[in-house]
Structure formats: C-alpha cells, structure tokens
C-alpha cells in the first residue's frame, strides 16, 4: 500500500507565501516524478510543477520566477514554496508521484490541500 499525504494549505493574502509539503509512504521501492498539480473551482486540473528523481525541475508559465519545487529523496517528501502569491493561485493542490511498488510502476495521487489567496 502506497500513499501520498499533502500538507501546507490555508488562507494567505495576496502577495504572501505558503510551503506545500508531500509525503509518500509505504512499501515504495522507488519514486521517479514527482509534481504538483491543482485545481480550481469549475477548472480542470492543471499541472504545477515536476521534478526529476535526479532534481530536474519543470514549471508552468502561471508560476515561474514565483514557485520553488524541491524534493527530499532520503524522506520520500516533495516540497511547493510558493511566493507571490496571487488569488488566481487559488485552488486545492495535489500531489502526484510515479512509483514503483509490487514490481509496477504506476502514478499515486494524494487527497489535495485547499490553497486560499484572498485579502
């Protein structure tokens, strides 16, 4: 059994930042991409952020120069620093990762954590 738990979200103003956090757990051989994505009300699901096993980092235009991902391998734990946050930030996050378990490779999603930008 794999599972992958987020945590980090909350209300925050414009312009203010918030550390999302990803923490996989299990029987996990190994974990190859990891990513953000969200998704806000009446939109589909959007990709964030990814990174490589090997620390090669992907973003949407939405949010470079703004978003930092970051990966700790050892804890099995991916990280979402968020600055400058803007209320079109506004969504629930989620974290998705490519992970090998039981010999298969296959994506994991975690629950989401709602990320709030308002004044």
């Known amino acids: 059994q794999v599972q992958l738990v987020e945590s980090g979200g909350g209300l925050v103003q414009p312009g203010g930042s918030l550390r999302l956090s990803c923490a996989a757990s299990?029987?996990?051989?190994?974990?190859?991409?990891m990513g953000w994505y969200r998704q806000a009300p009446g939109k589909e699901r959007e990709l964030v952020a990814t990174?490589?096993?090997?620390?090669?980092?992907n973003y949407a235009d939405s949010v470079k120069g703004r978003f930092a991902i970051s990966r700790d391998n050892a804890k099995n734990t991916m990280y979402l620093q968020m600055n400058s946050l803007k209320p079109e930030d506004t969504a629930v996050y989620y974290c998705?990762?490519?992970?090998?378990?039981?010999?298969?490779?296959?994506?994991?999603w975690g629950k989401g954590t709602l990320v709030t930008v308002s004044s």
């Open positions: 998705n990762a490519w992970i090998e378990y039981n010999k298969y490779v296959r994506p994991y």
């Open positions: 299990g029987s996990i051989v190994s974990i190859n991409i």
């Open positions: 990174m490589t096993s090997g620390g090669m980092p």
